[in-house]
């Protein structure tokens, strides 16, 4: 096989015609979705969640296609490090969203918010909801996703990385802001299904092709079938905690906010845990034989060539589809949810028209995930290790406390708490550290200011407590 090659020239006839026949299909998905339901009353509601109407099938397959976008980055990671992604990209995430379900699904429902930061101001006051909004932009501006598919443009049509992620995040951009939330979760319907079976053909294609297990061992060095992949335990634990962002994160609550009841939220990520199981090992094992057939080849792109070449007629337009429907399922949603984030949190009450200003926002978020994706290096481990950590180490601990303990956490004391922790990480990268310390990720530092700033306050309040008990 070729480590990489012309995909415009390498398709048939009829693998553009199923390629093209998936793009038409999500198009009208999403058109469908914008004009099936009746206008209600709150137009802004009904736009920004779908007047919370959300049911179990539709929040399953919206929550699983949002949360595959950044593929190329988990090929990547498989390509260089075996099967360290599945205990990174997987194994831990699904320790977060049973925790979710079981324990944070009901409280979240309770709250009847519209976005994560207007939950944190319900839950802790004003500034604190401004403040979560900051860390929320930042993280779930998709900036992984635009540079994924401008890796996928660039592949297929070699029009290059940066125009690739210009035109495909305007168009992007159009259908989701004609159609809103809406639009994003019919899209997803199509996408969920394509996406789906695209990973399982290659899977069962390999098998056919190359054998099983035994061909894999043979031909892949032994520390990718390590569980740290030759990295350090404590580069591998931080994984663990950044997963722990499920129970904070915006995507996750958005479809919560939406969903017509809390059975459905609880039901709907348990399904959804099952269905990510099945997909992170069709994933994993496709990521494995392109490492081990492709040896030569780009980590990030290995996956996508691989399975072109292996694949049949037709069915490589199909996994093409495959690929973008991945991409674009979670690019989507996230330039929604940043969008919201600005036009509806931080800019709230400067625009009388809520939705012409989320529509507006969207291009802004876009042009924004371009620029920092050039900042960040275009390193899928890099972005996503940055805007995790921070978001997690920052947010993370006082939400949580905010659930077990209503009401113990001021609205100034979130503030500091997330601000102070954003400090010490930021000062702690700049540091010239060496030996242990160098081992030290930012985000334990991160993570242990708010701790360490929470217990203090807890001890202070009781020592005032006991003072004017005394008196």
């Not at 296609?65 to 390509?79: K, L, P, Q, R, S």
């Not at 403040?131 to 592949?155: D, Q, R």
């Not at 899977?203 to 035994?214: A, E, M």
């Not at 979130?414 to 990480?425: H, Q």
Request: charged share 10%.
């Amino acid at each position: 096989m070729l480590a990489k090659l012309k995909l415009i020239s390498y398709l048939s006839w009829a693998d553009w015609c199923v390629f093209f026949l998936v793009l038409a299909l999500t198009f009208f998905a999403a058109l469908y979705g914008h004009y099936r339901k009746k206008r209600s009353q709150n137009s802004a509601l009904d736009y920004l969640l779908m007047g919370r109407q959300l049911t179990l099938p539709l929040f399953v397959a919206t929550l699983v296609a949002t949360w595959y976008g950044g593929i190329f980055g988990v090929n990547e990671i498989t390509f260089n490090y075996g099967i360290y992604n599945f205990v990174t990209q997987g194994f831990f995430w699904y320790v977060a969203y049973i925790i979710f379900a079981f324990f944070i699904a009901d409280k979240v429902a309770r709250y009847k918010s519209v976005t994560l930061p207007e939950l944190a101001e319900n839950m802790f006051g004003p500034k604190a909801g401004k403040v979560a909004a900051v860390f929320t932009f930042f993280y779930i501006t998709p900036v992984a996703y635009v540079l994924s598919l401008g890796l996928f443009l660039n592949m297929a049509f070699g029009i290059g990385v940066l125009k690739g992620m210009m035109i495909g995040t305007i168009f992007t951009c159009l259908y989701t802001a004609w159609g809103g939330f809406k639009a994003v979760v019919f899209s997803d319907l199509v996408q969920f299904f394509v996406m789906c079976a695209a990973v399982i053909l290659v899977v069962i294609f390999s098998v056919r092709d190359f054998g099983g297990l035994s061909f894999l061992t043979a031909q892949l060095p032994p520390s990718h079938f390590s569980l740290t992949g030759g990295n350090g335990l404590l580069n591998t634990l931080i994984w663990g905690f950044i997963a722990l962002a499920t129970l904070i994160d915006p995507s996750f609550y958005q479809r919560c906010f939406a969903a017509k009841n809390p059975q459905v939220i609880k039901k709907g990520v348990l399904i959804s845990t099952l269905i990510w199981f099945c997909f992170d090992i069709c994933t994993t094992a496709g990521s494995l034989y392109a490492r081990a057939v492709l040896p030569t080849a780009e980590p990030a792109e290995a996956y996508f060539f691989y399975a072109v070449q292996l694949l049949p007629s037709g069915l490589k337009g199909f996994f093409v589809a495959g690929i973008l429907a991945i991409i674009l399922s979670t690019l989507n949603s996230f330039l929604f949810i940043a969008s919201n984030t600005l036009s509806y949190d931080l800019l709230k009450n400067r625009f009388k028209n809520i939705i012409l200003s989320n529509r507006i926002s969207l291009f802004a978020v876009g042009g924004l995930a371009i620029g920092m994706s050039y900042l960040l290096n275009g390193s899928f481990k890099e972005i996503w290790i940055t805007l995790g950590s921070y978001f997690s180490a920052c947010l993370l601990v006082p939400i949580l406390v905010g659930y077990i303990y209503p009401k113990r956490i001021s609205d100034h004391l979130f503030v500091v708490s997330a601000l102070s922790s954003a400090a010490v990480m930021t000062i702690w990268k700049l540091l010239p550290l060496s030996g242990v310390w160098a081992q030290i990720d930012a985000f334990y530092i991160g993570v242990s200011t708010s701790i360490i700033l929470l217990v203090l306050n807890r001890k202070k309040s009781r020592s005032y407590v006991k003072s004017t008990t005394d008196l």
